[in-house]
Structure formats: structure tokens, C-alpha cells
């Protein structure tokens, strides 16, 4: 007995019992963004917080790492080093906190080193001397837009900590 080819196209019935399979009805799609735009609503306070938190806690590593680049300069050159927060970021100082400005790596023409992370710095100068000891005790607040902000402690005996 010979089959017949059956036709490539679909008949009626199985057209329209098709048709209900599969896909997406437009409530469903529009229920489906709603859900994810309110999720996301709910997220982004959390996401913006974390975010001043982390630029907090770099710039607090990055003045961190200042301090003890200063600390180094006094050894290595013998002479004592202030770090001064200054407008716009920091400078050491040669001698005393008004000595002239030490230029170097990643200075501007006035001696001025920018943090990377828009980081605003204030407290006292910490001065290190050609033994790398720290004249006296000095806090250096690191802090960001939105009210974030940690301190940098320089101890007598030069050792530089964050809390």
C-alpha cells in the first residue's frame, strides 16, 4: 500500500491548536516589567550607598598609602616631611608644613597630589621625621559626598592606621 505524501502545510485544526501554545499573553509581559522595575526601584538606595562606601574606603587606603609614601621620603631623603591636606587633595612639605612644596611622581606643578576617588581630606598635618617617627598623633578624616567618611590615624611611633 502506497502512503500519499502529506502536504507540508498545516491543516486548520492543527493550526488553531497550535496557535494557543507557546508565547506570551501582553499582561503577562507588562506584569513582568512592573515587577522588575519595582525590584530595581527598591535597589538602587542600596547600590548607591554601597558605592559611596567603597570610594570611602578607597580613598581612605589611598591616603593610607600616602602617609606612608611621606614616611618613606623622610627616611630616603633624610629631612623631616609634612603631609598637609591641602584644597583639592595633599602635599608634603620639606622641612616644616610652610617648607617648599616636594615634587615628584604624580605631582601637579604646585606639588599637589589628587586623590583618584573624588575624596575630600581634613584634620591636621602629620609631620614624619628622618627616623620615620611622626612628630605627634594626627587624624586625617577621608570622607565623600553623601556623608561617608572614615579617618587616618598617624601614631607617634609613624605607624599610619585605619580603623
Known amino acids: 500500500m502506497h502512503c500519499m505524501p502529506r502536504s507540508v502545510g498545516l491543516d486548520r485544526q492543527e493550526a488553531r491548536a497550535l496557535r494557543g501554545v507557546g508565547g506570551f499573553t ?3 509581559l507588562v506584569l513582568t ?4 522595575a519595582i525590584m530595581a526601584a527598591l535597589a538602587i538606595p542600596f547600590i548607591l550607598a554601597a558605592s559611596r562606601s567603597l570610594t570611602m574606603s578607597r580613598g581612605a587606603r589611598e591616603i593610607h598609602s600616602a602617609l606612608l609614601q ?3 621620603v623622610a627616611i630616603a631623603t633624610r629631612q623631616n616631611i609634612c603631609f598637609q591636606p591641602v584644597t583639592g587633595g595633599y602635599a608634603y612639605r620639606q622641612g616644616t608644613c ?6 615628584g611622581p ?7 597630589f589628587r586623590p583618584a576617588d573624588n575624596v ?3 584634620g591636621g598635618a602629620a609631620i614624619f621625621t628622618a627616623f620615620g617617627t611622626a612628630s605627634q598623633t594626627t587624624v586625617i578624616t577621608v570622607s565623600v559626598v553623601g556623608g561617608n567618611s572614615t579617618t587616618v590615624t598617624v601614631q ?6 585605619i580603623p
Do not use: H, K, M, Y
Request: proline content about 3%; glycine content about 10%; overall charge neutral.
Open 26 to 28: 501582553l499582561v503577562e
Open 33 to 36: 516589567a512592573a515587577v522588575i
Open 70 to 72: 611621606a614616611r618613606t
Open 98 to 103: 610652610a617648607g617648599a612644596a616636594w615634587t
Open 106 to 112: 604624580n605631582t601637579d606643578a604646585t606639588g599637589t
Open 120 to 122: 575630600a581630606l581634613s
Open 156 to 161: 607617634p611611633s609613624g605607624r599610619v592606621t
